[in-house]
């Protein structure tokens, strides 16, 4: 059978419906999918030795053939055992492998194989451990740089890979879409090639190119992606929100605290947009603790004033609850609403999905705060005039451009405290207005922020207890460890336990990870705000926007597995009034790079200066590379390809100048089009 972008998975040599399932929860279900599915890493066993040469410590590739394999289990009888000899003419080798008995009957006697893996003297001599093994010269899982991609469920490692291998002809059927004269001036590989390439590189520099290429098709697809969306921001009607200096005076007046110099200009730049004939588009970037929920809210209350509807999508349901609860403090007249996929409120009383359209429906609720779930769940506010994304982890030009495509449009107002310098913004965020929080609330103290190795992490346990026994609150979080606890369940009810029973013993320590149900969660929130609990041991569910001032010291254990921004958010969480507050990292092990990163962390606590040290600690930083970085648009840019960035953002204004409407070039038109019409607001 011939071999299409469209043929559906199930069409390639191993990939039967078990696998078919699996990849769908990945959502490949054609040979394009499969494509698009990129590596995360490689491992490189480019280097082919003779079997003579290997030395302890060694990664390599070897070829030859197995003289003896059996297996048996270990003596404690907890493993399995497999332990061959292979050789080739320069000499043989043991090889050992763990848990993997058929290979005993897979791998007999005779069989001419390549194996690939790291040498080892510990076992007696110099032993092949657990190397990835295939039929002499295969070249899919050996031999070459391998690709590591991300599994899920039952899907193996070989069997991705493997598939992917035999998809790899359908490339040629990729069509080249930038510019010819783009591809030529920058001497980059083709579209296919640099598909292909991703997956399985002759070399180095190969995937170097096509990751290049690849990277670069993304800056200049979203350069053309936000001219799109200021062209039709300039075209569209919002409805326009006067702006009455009476009524914010008032409202501010009503504020428990004075807004800081940073608050109010924020806000004058966002009501007077607001006032505009065509729907804003602006993005409030601040440090963590600047205060932007109390600027949201300044113009929230300018939109309600005006008679119109306001929503505000917070990224999770924590946040959420804590943005309505903010929000029912800041009106407390008016009856602001809670929409989740778990639940509806009207100020405090639950009530039904039907009751809360109802109520929204007859203009008794104007103001709605919600999750995603909120234009998922159909929520329709009439006149709806401003809508707030805060975090907005999940939302990039896509998204915006879908919730600017009605007309009137609603003013938007995204909210980052993902720290980029401003000369970057102009190119990252290229369809938003920008406004800035430099500074922070008055009588904010440095967080004191230590590194905690070994022994001194009694002493961590012991400001914990005193800041508690002085009626204040902690933090502690715990990194995901295991693959197997994604939910971080686990990490967290042993950290739980350990300390309950140990060093906090008597505390009240509450627990809030990803197995828990909503209420559960919500719960978990809600006695550690009201100080009914001292200790809140968490996952990174916590990293952004949470905001309990009474909280004063965050203990991050295995503070070595996260980058610098994410720990800068996590720090984030406490400072947040007026007291002293400390930050403790706990290491489990520290290499020196690792090392480095947290000391960054304890010598800075600016949100910037730590960004552009993450850069220059990590080379090309992960500071984007997932999901939690508050940085949606890019899959494989990063904040450290500033140089690209620039070039596509030339190439793409050279081409826009010429033909803003991209009527010369209908193959880039359907490409930006097409990135359009798949986005849903999620
Ligand atoms: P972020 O910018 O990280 O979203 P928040 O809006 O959550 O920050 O504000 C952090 C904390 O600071 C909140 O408890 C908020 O009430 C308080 N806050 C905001 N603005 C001020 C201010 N001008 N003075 C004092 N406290 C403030
Ligand atoms: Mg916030």
Redesign the pocket.
């Known amino acids: 059978m011939a071999l299409h972008l469209g043929t559906p998975v199930t069409a390639l040599p191993g990939v039967g419906s078990e696998t078919a399932k699996d990849l769908k929860t990945l959502d490949v279900a054609s040979v394009r999918d499969l494509l698009f599915y990129f590596p995360f890493r490689y491992d490189d066993y480019s280097r082919a030795l003779p079997i003579a040469s290997l030395r302890h410590d060694v990664t390599a590739t070897v070829t030859g053939k197995v003289t003896s394999i059996a297996s048996r289990p270990s003596k404690n009888k907890r493993l399995t055992i497999t332990e061959a000899m292979v050789e080739d003419e320069s000499g043989s080798i043991k090889v050992m492998w763990f848990n993997q008995p058929y290979l005993a009957k897979t791998l007999r006697e005779g069989t001419r194989v390549s194996l690939a893996g790291r040498v080892d003297a510990k076992f007696g001599g110099r032993t092949l451990v657990n190397p990835v093994w295939e039929p002499e010269g295969a070249r899919t899982h050996t031999g070459r740089l391998v690709p590591v991609y991300s599994l899920t469920r039952s899907l193996t490692a070989r069997r991705l890979r493997a598939a992917i291998k035999a998809a790899l002809p359908a490339t040629v059927e990729f069509e080249e879409w930038l510019p010819r004269e783009i591809v030529s001036s920058v001497g980059f590989p083709s579209y296919p090639q640099a598909i292909a390439d991703i997956h399985f590189p002759e070399s180095g520099e190969a995937l170097a190119a096509a990751v290049n290429r690849l990277k670069f098709d993304e800056l200049f697809l979203h350069q053309l992606q936000y001219a799109d969306v200021r062209r039709q921001v300039a075209k569209r009607d919002a409805r326009r929100i006067a702006v009455d200096e009476d009524q914010l005076k008032t409202f501010v007046k009503t504020l ?5 110099p940073g ?1 109010r200009r924020a806000a004058w730049e966002i009501v007077k947009d607001m006032a505009n004939a065509h729907p804003m588009n602006r993005l409030l970037q ?9 600027v949201a809210a300044i113009a929230a209350s300018s939109a309600l004033n005006a008679g119109f509807g306001v929503a505000y999508l917070a990224p999770t349901e924590i946040l959420a609850l804590q943005q309505h609860a ?1 929000f029912c403090r800041f009106f407390p007249a008016s009856p602001v609403a809670l929409f989740t996929g778990a639940q509806c409120l009207v100020r405090e009383a639950p009530v039904s999905r039907d009751e809360l359209f109802q109520a929204i429906r007859a203009g008794d609720v104007r103001c709605v705060v919600g999750t995603h779930a909120l234009f998922q769940g159909g929520v329709d506010l009439p006149d709806m005039g401003f809508v707030v994304v ?1 975090e907005q982890h999940r939302f990039g030009v896509e998204q915006r451009r879908a919730l600017l495509d009605s007309d009137p449009a609603p003013h938007l107002l995204s ?1 980052t ?1 993902t720290p980029i310098p401003r000369s970057l913004a102009l190119t990252l965020y290229g369809d938003l207005e920008l406004s800035i ?1 430099q500074d922070r ?3 904010r103290k440095p967080i004191a922020t230590f590194l905690a190795k070994g022994r001194d992490r009694k002493a961590v346990w012991e400001k914990v207890r005193e800041e508690v026994a002085a009626g204040r609150q902690a933090y502690v979080v715990c990194p995901l460890i295991e693959e197997s606890d994604r939910s971080g369940a686990k990490s967290v009810e042993e950290m739980a336990k350990s300390l309950s029973k140990g060093d906090l013993l008597g505390l009240r320590i509450g627990i809030l990870h990803g197995k828990l149900s909503s209420d559960d969660k919500a719960e978990a929130i809600d006695l550690f705000r009201a100080g009914q609990i001292d200790v809140l041991v968490a996952t990174t569910v916590v990293e952004v ?1 949470v ?1 309990v ?1 009474n909280a004063t010291v965050i203990a991050i254990a295995g503070a070595e597995r996260f980058g610098l921004a994410q720990l800068h958010q996590l720090r ?1 969480r406490v400072g ?2 007026d007291m002293q507050s400390w930050c403790f990292l706990l290491p489990d092990d520290l290499t020196k790079a690792g090392e480095a990163r947290l000391r960054a962390m304890v010598e800075s606590d600016d949100g910037f200066a730590l960004a552009e040290k993450d850069l220059e600690l990590r080379g090309a930083g992960n500071l984007f590379g997932n999901a939690q970085s508050g940085f949606p648009d890019f899959k494989l840019a990063t904040l450290a390809d500033v140089d690209l960035m620039k070039t596509a953002r030339d190439h793409a204004a050279r081409v826009l100048e010429n033909d803003p409407e991209l009527a010369r070039h209908p193959g880039l038109k359907e490409k930006v089009k097409a990135s359009f019409d798949r986005v849903h607001l999620e």
């Open positions: 428990p605290f004075a807004l800081t608050q601040g440090d963590v603790g600047s205060g932007k929920t109390a903010a805060d909210m405290a929080i609330p008055k009588g926007g905001d001032p984030g947040r009034s």
